[in-house]
Antibody
Framework: QITLNESGPTLVKPTQTLTLTCTFS??????????VGWIRQPPGKAMEWLGL???????RYSPSLKTRLTITRDTSKAQVVLTMTNMDPVDTATYYC????????????WGQGTLVTVSS | DIQMTQSPSTLSASIGDRVTITCRAS??????VAWYQHKPGKAPKLLIY???SLESGVPSRFSGGGSGTEFTLTISSLQPDDLATYYC????????FGQGTRVEI
């Protein structure tokens, strides 16, 4: 059974850097084709894909946020870390990590999400 | 970017009703469309992938269809447990989501 759990601060100040950790189990990020992605949902708005790290350490980012995002992994700890710089109140959202299936090419298992509020 | 426009934003129906949610893509895409169910405080749940394929364990009252730029999710007989928000997603080019449809019983 695949499980993912997001952790990190619930409140950050404008201009600060957000660091979120996704701890997962039930799969290996060393398996060919597998990835872990990040998606967010501002209150009352649509979900937005942020980025993804693949089994081979390749990364993909949303073009609109590319300059602010970094995704890394620690395979030994079964963790993926999202870093987002220069946080703004518009970045207030629930942030999710999700397993990208090698077979289905999409996010088939998600974490419950963590709400991050950006406010001074 | 491929945009996904989902309608309606809210759907009120009765138990046993057949309901359909529609998603329109901003350009013609392959069959790489998925549908998720999302309940408050829970992880989104994959229902349909590849436009038509039912994810394992998902009740058969859920079905997907469409092609080109128009795609649908149908619940053949609405049940109380189906109270949730539903999202479409395209994964032809990166991943983009519809705005969501809240289903009220």
């Amino acid at each position: 059974q695949i499980t993912l759990n997001e952790s990190g601060p619930t409140l950050v100040k404008p201009t600060q850097t957000l660091t979120l950790t996704c701890t997962f189990s039930g799969f290996s990020l060393s398996t060919n084709g597998v990835g872990v992605g990040w998606i967010r949902q501002p209150p009352g708005k649509a979900m937005e894909w942020l980025g993804l790290i693949y089994w081979d350490d390749d990364t993909r980012y949303s073009p609109s946020l590319k300059t602010r995002l970094t995704i890394t992994r620690d395979t030994s700890k079964a963790q993926v870390v999202l870093t987002m710089t220069n946080m703004d109140p518009v970045d207030t959202a629930t942030y999710y990590c999700a397993h990208r299936s090698a077979d289905l090419l999409l996010f088939d298992s998600w974490g419950q999400g963590t709400l991050v509020t950006v406010s001074s | 970017d491929i945009q996904m426009t989902q309608s309606p934003s809210t759907l009120s129906a009765s138990i046993g009703d057949r309901v359909t949610i529609t998603c329109r893509a901003s350009q013609s895409i392959s069959d790489l469309v998925a549908w998720y169910q999302h309940k408050p405080g829970k992880a989104p749940k994959l229902l349909i992938y590849g436009t038509f394929s039912l994810e394992s364990g998902v009740p058969s009252r859920f079905s997907g269809g469409g092609s080109g730029t128009e795609f649908t999710l149908t619940i053949s007989s609405l049940q109380p447990d189906d109270l949730a928000t539903y999202y479409c997603q395209q994964y032809t080019s990166f991943w983009t989501f519809g705005q969501g449809t809240r289903v009220e019983i």
